[in-house]
């Protein structure tokens, strides 16, 4: 039984003032749900990590870095090791999130010694893939999840990709208020699926946890997690909202 699993991804928003509050509200507005029924993470801006740590208090969300850098230190000017994520108190780390992908220009590649760096140093990481709308269009949708899904869990054994959560993405849907029908978004999670009982065996599909994201809001919440393969959110702007964030989390524990 997969446990729902509820992210947001606050993006290049909110400050220092306004980030401690909405993790305060959040971790308030969930407890008794967050941790029991449904995980619940939050990724803020790298420079509000750690007072977002301290702000949680004993709530049980977890916190995560929006991204990092794969090797372990050195000169790397900009960057954000694994271990420095680590050392302030987060759990978790996006890789590949479509913003990542197609505004800063990461590839397959990069990304793969990402989720790779961010297991060998102690994280949980979310794996995002996604089609364009000109993929979906071109009838590509497949070929690109599969790619991305090979190329993202490459070197990875049956007990290490354990680790990770997918979450399935399509670019077209993300800030742009279209969101994918539950029919569209169960269909591709049973898809990808289907790959990692390919790519690992039928226990490792049956664990990993599949994420939706785009566009997700209070409204539509429920309506994706009756998917049976849709075992969570990520959540961009309805998580800058703690009244929304929460009530999407509410929805996801049924
Ligand atoms: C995201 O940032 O991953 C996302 C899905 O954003 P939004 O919910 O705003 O579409």
């Known amino acids: ?17 306004s980030s401690v509050e909405l993790v305060r509200e959040i971790t308030q507005g969930c407890r008794g749900l967050a941790g029991e029924r449904v995980d619940v ?25 929006q991204d990092l850098y794969f090797e372990q230190k050195g000169a790397f000017t ?6 420095m994520l680590k050392d302030i108190g987060c759990v978790r780390v996006l890789c590949g999130h479509s913003e990542r992908r197609h505004v800063i220009g990461e590839g397959d590649e ?10 060998n140093g102690g994280l949980l990481p979310t794996l ?8 979906r269009q071109a009838g590509q949708t497949e070929e690109v999840v599969r790619r991305h899904l090979n190329k993202g869990l490459e070197g990875l054994c049956d007990e290490r990709v354990l680790a990770v959560t997918i979450a399935y993405e399509p670019v077209w849907a993300i800030g ?76 996801s524990a049924g």
């Open 1 to 17: 039984m997969r446990k729902p699993f509820v992210a947001g991804n606050w993006k290049m928003n909110t400050d220092s003032i």
């Open 41 to 65: 993470a939050v990724y803020p801006p790298f420079v509000y990590l750690a007072p977002a740590v301290k702000s949680m208090g004993s709530g049980n969300i977890s916190v995560g870095g």
């Open 78 to 83: 900009g960057e954000i090791s694994a271990a």
């Open 110 to 119: 990069l990304i793969n010694k990402k989720v790779i760096a961010a297991i």
């Open 128 to 135: 995002c893939i996604g089609e364009l709308l000109e993929q």
């Open 176 to 251: 742009t208020g279209l969101t994918a029908t539950p029919q569209q978004a169960q269909e591709v999670h049973a898809f990808i699926r289907g790959l990692l009982g390919e790519l690992y065996n039928d226990d490792v599909a049956a664990e990993l946890r599949i994420q939706y994201g785009g566009s997700v809001k209070p409204a539509n919440a429920a309506e994706l997690m009756v998917q049976a393969d849709v075992d969570g959110l990520l959540v961009g702007g309805a998580s800058l909202k703690a009244a929304d964030f929460i009530a999407i989390i509410e929805a």
